[in-house]
């Protein structure tokens, strides 16, 4: 009976993962949905719309409204997260100061939970966008590590903090999810890995440390299972190369 209720629960933990994996994938193309068409409007347009964003949220912190923020930061995050990348660091500053103007205004609130995922993403771009030494990123991760705070009630389990060592060929972040959503019981070459690099908006493998060539899938051109599936293609064929 020992052995039989070990594989149960095996399988029962699998499949939760995989919901989860799913979830996470449904979560991040809704996320470059909203940014899609925040990409599409002129700049012109974007500026007004992030200006109308930021008056409403005043409207509502003041009238006591949290709700309607809280509903309305899932899109900024999306545009802050997938819309811009380095080449256009004034639009994602704007974005990220907006996002902690809506955040401050909902101090004891907890995030729903379609923002609470959100918000991990934007943590991890923001962390990008530190070791990119640009100074504003600071100010703006620890308002978004606050409002997950209150969701995890202090603990640090789950919420972004330090780069923790992840499973290898994983990145250490949310997308562990993808990669291990799309490969599957495929495993990672040892001292090979791939990731999201969120100011560049593309993924990236990397062997021992260096990235590789041919190992870059802008996001431009690729879907995320697309991106995966390749750099997985090439990282295969270098370890094979090698002799791995």
Request: hydrophobic fraction near 35%; glycine fraction near 6%.
């Amino acid at each position: 009976m020992g052995p039989r209720k070990r594989k149960a629960f095996d399988r029962d933990e699998a499949d939760e993962a995989e919901t989860a994996d799913e979830g996470f994938m449904q979560l991040r193309q809704d996320l470059q949905y909203h940014a899609s068409k925040f990409s599409e409007k002129h700049n012109s347009k974007r500026t007004a719309l992030i200006q109308r964003y930021r008056r409403c949220s005043a409207d509502w912190a003041t009238s006591g409204e949290t709700a309607q923020i809280l509903k309305h930061a899932f899109h900024v995050v999306a545009w802050f997260a997938f819309a811009c990348d380095e080449s256009e660091m004034k639009v994602v500053q704007e974005l990220a100061e907006l996002l902690m103007q809506m955040l401050k205004s909902c101090k004891r609130q907890t995030p729903p939970p379609r923002l609470r995922v959100a918000l991990k993403v934007a943590a991890e771009k923001l962390e990008d966008i530190q070791e990119a030494k640009h100074d504003f990123a600071e100010a703006v991760l620890k308002e978004v590590k606050a409002m997950l705070k209150r969701h995890y009630g202090g603990s640090t389990h789950g919420a972004p903090g330090k780069r923790s060592i992840a499973p290898c060929g994983t990145h250490g972040r949310t997308d562990i999810c993808l990669i291990r959503s799309v490969l599957k019981k495929r495993e990672m070459p040892p001292r090979y890995r791939m990731g999201w690099d969120g100011l560049k908006r593309g993924w990236f493998s990397a062997f021992e440390g260096r990235h590789m060539k041919g190992g870059w899938a802008p996001s431009s051109r690729f879907t995320d299972k697309d991106a995966i599936e390749h750099l997985y293609d090439v990282i295969t064929k270098h370890a094979e190369s090698c002799g791995g």
